[in-house]
């Protein structure tokens, strides 16, 4: 059964920082590459960060030299340290699959926002303000 859990969140002034953790079940982690999406109210969820099974990288532009995401598939979990953060990093962050053409898309500095899935996660809410 699919199983995604995120944690980490929670409220930061703006330049600091924050680690969200994703565990997910082994069905899931083993075979995929995977991502953290972002989504705020009114807005489509957007893709920012995505590792993949061999540990190659890709990010938005808008959080490019501010964000890392790594994985470690012995556990199952997916981590994203988050640093310098402003306020337009609210949100609320999930876990999931990224297809292999959003890659790409992360690559060309293209921004993703119409991956969808059935299942999602309960997410973790980040608030930046002072």
């Known amino acids: 059964q699919v199983q995604l859990v995120e944690s980490g969140g929670g409220l930061v002034q703006p330049g600091g920082s924050l680690r969200l953790s994703c565990a997910g079940s082994?069905?899931?982690?083993?075979?995929?590459?995977m991502g953290w999406y972002r989504q705020t109210p009114g807005k489509q969820r957007e893709l920012v960060a995505a590792v993949t099974r061999g540990d190659n990288t890709y990010y938005a532009e808008s959080v490019k030299g501010r964000f890392t995401v790594s994985r470690d598939n012995a556990k199952n979990t997916m981590y994203l340290q988050m640093n310098s953060l402003k306020p337009e990093d609210t949100a609320d962050y999930y876990c999931?699959?990224?297809?292999?053409?959003?890659?790409?898309?992360?690559?060309?500095?293209?921004?993703?926002?119409?991956?969808?899935?059935?299942?999602w996660g309960q997410g973790t809410q980040v608030t930046v303000s002072s």
């Open positions: 082994d069905d899931i982690f083993s075979i995929n590459d």
């Open positions: 999931n699959v990224v297809p292999p053409i959003a890659l790409g898309r992360l690559e060309a500095g293209i921004p993703v926002t119409n991956v969808e899935y059935d299942y």
